[in-house]
């Protein structure tokens, strides 16, 4: 699983900077997508910044799967719900950029690149790339001191 997540965010982290939107032609709506696959009617994503242009769609659903468990929390946490009727659970609007947490992500993702590439990969053998996992442990907030880890019972 650590090697997963490293790999991944080597994929994710090693185009760190990418500044232009993508624009692609909207998916095919006239359908509706078969059971289960959320990936069905894909549509580029637009105003990517950090991860690369051309990641698949694949590789994007499983990063931000990622980012999800890594700190607990699900797609609303960083992207905008937008409005929907009462009956039915909002959609996101993946391309806004409005909530602080998504920038913080990205910023956060630079520092994770930074810390690998000019400080771990200069170690001796041994030191696991650094991850969202690494500090956050679950949690939305970084827990940055052996205080903030959840106490075990004492037996």
């Given at each position: 699983m650590k090697l997963t997540i490293a790999?991944?965010?080597?994929?994710?982290?090693?185009?760190?900077?990418?500044?232009t939107a993508n624009a692609q032609a909207p998916a095919d709506t006239s359908r509706p997508p078969p059971q289960g696959n959320p990936l069905a009617l894909f549509e580029h994503p637009k105003n990517l910044k950090v991860l690369p242009k051309r990641i698949s769609p694949n590789d994007l659903h499983e990063t931000m799967r990622t980012f999800s468990r890594s700190l607990g929390v699900r797609c609303g946490f960083c992207h905008v719900p937008l409005k929907s009727e009462s009956d039915k659970p909002p959609s996101l609007d993946?391309?806004?950029?409005?909530?602080?947490?998504?920038?913080?992500?990205?910023?956060?993702?630079?520092?994770?690149?930074?810390?690998?590439?000019?400080?771990?990969?200069?170690?001796?053998?041994?030191?696991?790339t650094l991850t969202c996992v690494s500090c956050h442990h679950g949690s939305p907030k970084p827990m940055v001191s052996v205080d903030s880890l959840p106490q075990q019972p004492k037996k």
């Open positions: 790999v991944t965010f080597s994929l994710l982290l090693g185009v760190a900077g990418v500044t993946f391309v806004s950029d409005s909530k602080p947490e998504k920038r913080n992500a990205r910023k956060m993702m630079l520092m994770v690149d930074d810390i690998n590439h000019k400080y771990l990969k200069k170690m001796d053998k041994g030191f696991e």
